[in-house]
C-alpha cells in the first residue's frame, strides 16, 4: 500500500485541457497493478510547463526505457517539428506575397 502512497508520477499536462498518464504494465504473477487516480490531482490550470511535462513523460518510464524506442520517439518528433517549420514557413509566404506581413 506504501508504493500507492508514495506514488511519485502524475499526470502529464499536454494542454491546458489535456492530460496523460503513462501507464506500464510488465507481464509476469507480481506485476499486474492497477491505480485509481484521484480526481483532484487532474485540475485545469492555463499555464502549461512543457519541460515538467516532458521530464514527467520520461520518468514515467521508471527506469524501464528503450533506448531504441526513445531513438524511434526522437526521430518522430523530429518529423513533427519539421513539418510544423514547413506549414509555418509556407503560411508565412503565402501571408508576404499577399503584402499581409512584411520581410524581416
Not at 519541460?51 to 526505457?65: T, V
Not at 518528433?77 to 524581416?104: F, P, Q, Y
Request: with cysteine; charged share 30%; proline share 2%.
Amino acid at each position: 500500500m506504501d508504493e500507492f502512497r508514495n506514488y511519485k508520477r502524475k499526470p502529464i499536462q499536454i494542454t491546458r485541457n489535456t492530460f496523460a498518464l503513462l501507464h506500464m504494465f510488465e507481464y509476469g504473477p507480481d506485476h499486474w497493478e492497477d491505480i485509481m487516480l484521484d480526481e483532484r490531482i487532474c485540475h485545469k490550470i492555463n499555464t502549461v510547463d512543457y519541460k515538467e511535462a516532458a521530464q514527467q513523460f520520461i520518468s514515467q518510464f521508471e527506469g524501464n526505457e528503450c533506448l531504441a524506442f526513445i531513438d524511434a520517439l526522437r526521430d518522430e518528433c523530429n518529423k513533427i517539428i519539421i513539418e510544423h517549420d514547413t506549414r509555418v514557413s509556407a503560411m508565412g509566404d503565402k501571408l508576404l506575397a499577399a503584402g499581409l506581413i512584411k520581410e524581416k
